[in-house]
């Protein structure tokens, strides 16, 4: 991985008799990482530690090396809670514009900057209405608008797809994904794991506090040594298909779904891919589709607590 710009170094926080984190070590860079886990995993505490509006009860976060704390590290991060705390009667424009004026702007620079970012964002339109006019879609873009605004190297979403329609779903991943090109790190938490799968190119699973496991979805995927494997076949004479590949040795089981859909249920995957890539060189109807249907994140998170 890339130097990190964001780190947890075996951080714990407790509120009392209650453990929220424990001994919680992973690091971010130049990437969009999801945190994952149920409602009350402890994903909000670690984005509230790493925005230093908490402080470890035990071990270190760092921002960019310094502290999370410290004025230099906020100064260099953007958060966008799931908490939704917009002033109404503002516009969009107006609203980031007084956001950036805490970060030393100048009041021409701030209204400026603010609406640049609304235009990429896709509110340049929208930029000098009310806030109140807004849909759900175009608050979360004001939302994220403040985060960036200011040019942060590490940015916080929590939960920012919340709530959101299909449409400005994917418009808000799209911009989401396109971040760390610019030199951004990401940390996007979600208990809604499909959200993450076209935005994260790593993930972290926390449950009950501690980390479960960190990785790439197919990384952890591995870490279900046993478990059988099932993968989509679409080819040509499927019922001549499906008995052919029942018959290599890796194959557990075969099920037709449609006209010239499989599902393949195996139990060695580099055996099968091996066995099943010379029977497929040699399908005369041919075979258009091998994928793998176990590598999503419901998937890996539902194995791995069981």
Same mark, same amino acid.
């Given at each position: 991985m890339n130097a990190p710009l964001l780190e947890y170094r075996d951080v714990s926080k407790w509120y009392g008799s209650i453990t929220a984190l424990m001994g919680v070590s992973f690091a971010v860079g130049t990437e969009?990482?999801?945190?994952?886990?149920?409602?009350g995993a402890g994903k909000s505490s670690l984005l509230r530690l790493a925005a230093g509006l908490l402080s470890p009860s035990q071990g270190e976060v760092a921002v960019l090396g310094q502290p999370a704390t410290s004025r230099a590290a906020r100064a260099s991060l953007g958060f966008c809670p799931d908490t939704e705390r917009l002033y109404e009667p503002l516009t969009g424009r107006a609203?980031?514009?007084?956001?950036?004026r805490?970060?030393?702007?100048?009041?021409?620079?701030? /209204?400026?900057?603010?609406?640049?970012?609304?235009?990429?964002?896709?509110?340049?339109?929208d930029m000098d209405r009310a806030i109140r006019e807004y849909s759900k879609g175009m608050r979360q873009r004001v939302r994220l608008a403040q985060a960036l605004a200011h040019r942060p190297r590490v940015v916080l979403l929590d939960e920012?797809?919340?709530?959101?329609?299909?449409?400005?779903?994917?418009?808000?991943?799209?911009?989401?994904?396109?971040?760390?090109?610019?030199?951004?790190?990401?940390?996007?938490?979600?208990?809604?794991?499909?959200?993450?799968?076209?935005?994260?190119?790593?993930?972290?699973?926390?449950?009950?506090?501690?980390?479960?496991?960190?990785?790439?979805?197919?990384?952890?995927?591995?870490?279900?040594?046993?478990?059988?494997?099932?993968?989509?076949?679409?080819?040509?004479?499927? /019922?001549e298909l499906a008995a052919a590949t029942l018959a290599l040795a890796p194959v557990l089981g075969v099920e037709l779904l449609g006209e010239e859909e499989l599902r393949v249920t195996v139990e060695d995957v580099a055996e099968f891919t091996l066995r099943f890539t010379e029977l497929a060189a040699g399908w005369q109807p041919g075979v258009t589709v091998l994928e793998p249907l176990d590598e999503d994140l419901d998937y890996v998170f539902g194995r791995l607590i069981g």
């Open positions: 969009v990482l999801g945190l994952v886990g149920k409602n609203f980031v514009a007084w956001m950036l805490y970060h030393g702007l100048s009041r021409r620079v701030a /209204r400026q900057r603010a609406g640049e970012v609304l235009d990429e964002l896709g509110l340049g339109a920012p797809m919340t709530g959101l329609d299909p449409i400005a779903r994917r418009d808000l991943g799209g911009i989401i994904a396109e971040l760390p090109g610019r030199g951004v790190g990401v940390v996007v938490s979600s208990h809604v794991l499909h959200e993450l799968e076209s935005v994260a190119g790593r993930v972290v699973m926390v449950h009950q506090g501690r980390l479960l496991a960190e990785g790439r979805v197919s990384e952890l995927r591995d870490c279900l040594p046993g478990q059988p494997r099932r993968f989509r076949i679409v080819g040509g004479q499927r /019922r």
